[in-house]
């Protein structure tokens, strides 16, 4: 679990360092970023399982690997403060991949004050 954690850490300062941050999102991407959580939280449980740091951390690494095989990075790509073309939102485009990123962090931030079921995860952000 400690490996976990430090990889979502390390995520999130990645992530932060390339300007993708949840406190410097308008409204409207806000928004779109707790949509994924929602969709990342159902994702993980499935079945009714419960999902930790482990599984985040997983997930994570899976959304990395698809992107960086499509030459995506934190660090080489516009921020989601940018304007976003609504044709920008399809699995595997930027403001996808970093959206999904950002609601990952959100939820291993939510799973730290053990109550993922009853918080929104972006509060934390």
């Keep these: 679990m400690a490996y976990a954690r430090r990889d979502l850490d390390s995520l999130a300062e990645r992530l932060?360092?390339?300007g993708l941050s949840t406190s410097t999102l308008d409204p409207g991407s806000l928004a779109?970023?707790?949509q994924h959580a929602a969709a990342v939280k159902e994702r993980l449980t499935i079945d009714?399982?419960?999902f930790g740091v482990v599984e985040l951390a997983a997930y994570a690494q899976g959304v990395l690997d698809g992107a960086a095989e499509m030459g995506w990075t934190p660090e080489t790509h516009h921020t989601l403060t940018s304007p976003w073309p609504e044709s920008d939102?399809?699995?595997?485009?930027a403001r996808w991949i970093a959206s999904r990123l950002l609601a990952v962090c959100a939820l291993a931030e939510a799973v730290s004050a053990d109550d993922i079921s009853d918080i929104d995860p972006l509060l934390f952000a």
């Design 16 to 18: 932060a360092s390339a």
């Design 32 to 34: 779109y970023v707790d």
């Design 48 to 50: 009714g399982a419960r």
């Design 89 to 93: 939102v399809s699995p595997g485009t």
